[in-house]
């Protein structure tokens, strides 16, 4: 077994124990390159790849599209948050009475 599919053998094994979906893609760049789908909480599919100068190095990469990210996602950040009447971003009722 060469080197390059040792590499990526181990990959593929560690993402199987890890119980994330992935594929191989083509890309001529690269010796391989795997796609792995839905990680994180955003759900972001991330690329790990060996370019082919640089054998032996394992790098990732990600791809945000703007608009990927779901409403239901943005409302539960800190907008929604410091959007309540009540509080202020800076302590609530005892801030303004200090003021």
Same mark, same amino acid.
């Given at each position: 077994m060469s080197n390059d599919n040792r590499l990526r053998d181990n990959v593929e094994r560690w993402l199987i124990h890890?119980?994330?979906s992935f594929k191989? @893609?083509?890309d001529e760049n690269n010796n391989f390159t795997i796609r792995v789908?839905? @990680?994180?909480s955003f759900r972001i599919p991330i690329e790990i790849f060996e370019p082919k100068k640089q054998s032996g190095v394992l790098t990732s990469s990600l791809k945000?599209?703007?608009g990927d990210v779901g409403e239901s996602t943005r409302a539960a950040g800190p907008e929604r948050i410091l959007s309540d009447a009540t509080e202020t971003p800076f302590g609530g009722p005892d801030y303004r009475e200090a003021a």
């Open positions: 890890e119980n994330y191989n @893609v083509k789908n839905d @990680v994180g945000i599209v703007p």
